[in-house]
Structure formats: C-alpha cells, structure tokens
C-alpha cells in the first residue's frame, strides 16, 4: 500500500508517500522516547511506533479530543502472545494501554534479531483515486467503505468482476475475488447476496469486526455472549485448508494441540456493542520491503473508536 488512509465521511483514500516531505509533520518510525510518548499504565513495553501522524492534515481523517498527533503504535516483537492490540492516545504524549498484560518481548518475532525501532523518515500522503460508483474501485475497497454507490448495471459488472477466474497479479481481479459457498444454507442466496456478505478487500483475511473490545467502552451494548468451548478436531478446519494441509503432510490437528496445548480452547464471555469501529489506516508493505515483515503479505488494520476514541491494531496475513 504502504500506508493507506481512509476517510469515511468523504470516502477518500490516501496513500504513502515515503521519504517525501510535505506541508505536514508526518513521520514513519523512529524511537517512541523522540515523540516524547510515554505509557501512563506500564514502565516498559517494546511496541514500536509505526507512524506518527498529524492531525492537522485533513488527509487524516481523525477527530480525538485533546489529540494533535496520532501515534500509530503495534508489537511486533509480542505476536507470540495476541497479534490485536488496543490502546488510547490521552493527549500528544500520554498513551494508555488497554490491556498492558498481552505484551512480552521476543526479538525472534517475526524474525530472528528484528529491530526494536524502524528508522525514522519524513513521509506525505497524496490522494488516490476512488469512485464509490465504478464497479472496480467500489470492490478494491468494499470492505472499507462498501457497495452502495454501485447502480443496478455496475453492480453486474462487479458480481461478473469478483466471480471471475483469480488472478495472482495484484489486481481487483485477486484481492476482490470471491469464491461461491458450497454449504447448503447458502443456495437459495443471489450472487449480489454472496458478494456483499464474503467481498472484504483490501483484507487478505476478512473485514475487522466493528464492535469495540475496549471493556470501559460507553458505546450500546446490543447482546452478550457466554462462554464457548471451541474443539479444533480433525472436521474443524475448512475444506481449502483441509485439502492444503493434506497435501503437504501435515496434521492440523496435531498442530493445534502443539501450539495451544489443547485441541479445546474457550473464549470467553462477552459484551457485543454497537458498531463503532472505523477503520482508518492500513499497512502493506511493498514487495521489495525486507524491514518490517521480509513478507508483503501481511497487513496491519488500524481501527479508532467512535465512542471510546481507543485505536485498535490487527494483523492479517495470506
């Protein structure tokens, strides 16, 4: 990408200009001490500082009360324990993480002898092309900003578009493909139902959920769900993994019991609130990129709460 910025009430798109200085104080990297940002519930945490951002530039579309630069904060060095992490910028220099018993410090994560800071560089952002009524840009970004612009007749182009043979090219014709369910519950379904419910690029994996997981969040809870047991058996994984799996020897299910120490994991009871997630940011690196990943595929999603205003990172990977 490398950075895109997403702008939900114009619905713009802006992209990364790296190493190119503009009319604002935009930064990649650097230590987290030379912005001067403290944790103010944890001595020491090895996040690193991603991006730094300037509130200032409408090309950011943010709004935190009391904030004039966001700090786009992750821990790559703590994906050994949650690949999630949310936390709340309090103002320029105080941040609060939400649940600061997540993070630990492994320096093979992602790869042996990873940097505990990216060198810092000055970057801009210029605006990308993006109408919500064109069949190929509507599907680039469907899970962002959705399918409504579309007419009846776009809307064709699109489901003929996303339906199509996948090509590996980095086209709409790769990340917007969807491949039509088997399961019986889908049959009676349209395709313009198939695509709006499984389309999700720019996303390797799915669209990120809109419900804040900030406990304190004031946002309307709408449903509460129990504890669930979850029995990661031999039937467990989907048909694609299944098959993929099998051809390169492997057995899920002993890999699950190897990692998890159980084939039996439970996820715990929770509140489900309104949606008030937007995502406002996501990370791809280039092909050529080595330093963050050794991996284009791999993305972090930056959501910001509307309720809460807590930032919430994930990472998706192909």
């Not at 991006?51 to 950011?60: A, E, G, N, Q, T």
């Not at 992490?85 to 630990?104: G, M, Q």
């Not at 009524?133 to 007419?151: K, M, P, R, Y």
């Not at 990661?232 to 299910?253: F, V, Y």
Request: glycine share 6%; net charge negative; with cysteine.
């Amino acid at each position: 990408m490398p950075l895109s910025l997403f702008d939900h009430r114009k619905l713009r798109h802006y992209r990364e200009l790296h190493a190119v200085s503009g009319p604002f104080d935009h930064w990649f990297g650097g230590r987290i001490s030379d912005f001067g940002i403290r944790f103010v519930n944890v001595d020491d945490v090895p996040l690193h500082l991603l991006y730094s951002l300037d509130l200032v530039d409408p090309s950011v579309p943010v709004e935190i009360p009391g904030v004039t630069r966001l700090p786009l904060l992750y821990g790559f060095r703590c994906m050994s324990v949650d690949t999630t992490f949310i936390y709340r910028a309090l103002n320029d220099t105080e941040v609060e993480l939400i649940d600061p018993t997540l993070f630990s410090d492994d320096a093979d994560i992602p790869y042996a002898g990873y940097p505990r800071h990216f060198p810092a560089s000055p970057i801009s952002f210029c605006r990308e092309r993006y109408d919500p009524t064109v069949a190929e840009d509507a599907l680039a970004l469907q899970g962002i900003f959705g399918l409504d612009g579309l007419s009846g007749s776009e809307m064709a182009r699109a489901i003929q578009i996303a339906f199509s043979e996948k090509r590996y090219d980095g086209s709409v014709y790769e990340y917007a493909h969807v491949e039509r369910p088997k399961a019986s519950e889908y049959a009676n379904w349209t395709d313009e139902q198939v695509l709006r419910h499984f389309g999700c690029a720019p996303f390797i994996q799915d669209a990120p959920s809109g419900s804040c997981a900030n406990p304190d969040c004031p946002a309307e809870v709408i449903g509460h769900v129990g504890p669930t047991e979850v029995v990661l058996d031999d039937t467990a994984p989907s048909e694609p993994m299944a098959k993929q799996a099998a051809a390169m020897g492997l057995d899920i299910n002993a890999m699950m019991v190897e990692y998890f120490g159980t084939n039996r994991l439970i996820i715990e009871a929770h509140d489900i609130r309104a949606y008030t997630m937007r995502v406002i940011a996501v990370h791809q690196p280039d092909a050529d990129d080595e330093l963050i990943w050794n991996d284009p595929y791999n993305q972090i999603v930056f959501q910001v709460c509307e309720a809460c205003h807590c930032i919430c990172a994930t990472q998706q990977c192909d």
